[in-house]
């Protein structure tokens, strides 16, 4: 799944331990996330979006939905 939390974090200039810390999660977790290696659960996902204040969507993309 394509995201946007690497952009997402610069902005608010935070380090992936910053916004693992936020979240409650591993640094590793973040890294793999922003990395496309692990798709987050659904709990984490509201968790990030209400971290940046934006809607789940603004923050991922499902490459594999056709429209």
Do not use: C
């Amino acid at each position: 799944m394509k995201n946007k939390l690497k952009e997402l974090r610069a902005q608010h200039n935070w380090s992936q331990q910053k916004l693992a810390t936020i979240l409650g999660v591993s640094r590793q977790t973040i890294n793999a996330i922003e990395n496309g290696r692990y798709d987050p659960s659904l709990p984490l996902a509201f968790q990030i979006s209400r971290a940046f204040g934006l809607p789940i969507e603004r923050i991922f993309d499902d490459e594999n939905h056709a429209v």
